[in-house]
């Protein structure tokens, strides 16, 4: 079975500063990784994803995250934070199958940006 | 840029009602799947469609939760009765079908139905 475990459900930091979200991950197989983000009361929006290509995956809106196997991580950073970035944001998890398969989300961890 | 359409989006219901989502997934797009996010949490599976069959419905709570896709486009979740811990986010994802270009594992979700029983 796959999981992912996001440390730390509240996150604040302040505007300009450095974002970093953290996820660890379980899998038995290669797994694929992604990052989502929400925000209220609304859907998931796709931040960026790890598919066994390059190890530093680049996202949308400034953010980026790396694959280390060594540590089973995937932790999500962004240089300089700005107050549109206050969201929810969730790790998920799904097998390197080659076909469509269910994502396994962690529990997510509130960022909130302050002035 | 195509999107995947909910409706309704908010939805207030009494326990034991019958309540009914619609979700309308990305043209082309073969897989949809039905999560519900309970406040606080992250999204879990209930129903994966691939066309019309269902994949895995391991996680639907088959005594009071029915899901159809009946032409392999549209999709319909229903709860009957609805009970207070039903109360949630649910949401609606799609993703292409293999080897048509676009890598399948990419989820595009909708806005989502807001549930509240009372």
């Known amino acids: 079975a796959q999981s992912v475990t996001q440390l730390g459900s509240h996150v604040s930091v302040s505007e300009g500063a450095l974002v970093l979200l953290r996820c660890n991950y379980s899998s038995s197989v290669p797994p694929y990784l992604f990052w989502y983000v929400q925000y209220p009361n609304q859907g998931l929006q796709l931040l960026l994803k790890y598919t066994s290509a390059a190890t530093l995956v680049k996202g949308i809106n400034g953010f980026e995250a790396e694959f280390k196997k060594s540590e089973t991580s995937f932790h999500l950073t962004k240089p300089s934070a700005h107050m549109s970035d206050a969201a929810e944001y969730f790790c998920?998890?799904?097998?390197?199958?080659?076909?469509?398969?269910?994502?396994?989300f962690g529990t997510g961890t509130r960022l909130q940006v302050t002035l | 840029e195509a999107e995947v359409a909910q409706s309704p989006r908010y939805k207030i219901t009494e326990k034991s009602q019958a309540v009914a989502f619609w979700c309308d997934p990305i043209s082309g797009h073969a897989t949809l799947y039905w999560y519900r996010q309970i406040l606080g949490q992250g999204p879990e599976l209930l129903v994966q469609f691939q066309d019309e069959s269902v994949v895995d419905d391991s996680q639907l709570p088959k005594d009071r939760f029915s899901a159809e896709r009946l032409k392999g486009v549209d999709s319909t979740l229903k709860i009957q009765p609805a009970e207070l811990g039903d109360s949630a986010m649910y949401l609606c994802?799609?993703?292409?079908?293999?080897?048509?270009?676009?890598?399948?594992?990419?989820?595009?979700f909708g806005p989502g139905t807001r549930l509240t029983v009372l």
């Open positions: 994802a799609s993703s292409p079908p293999y080897g048509s270009g676009p890598p399948t594992d990419t989820q595009y």
């Open positions: 998920a998890v799904s097998p390197n199958t080659g076909t469509a398969s269910k994502l396994t």
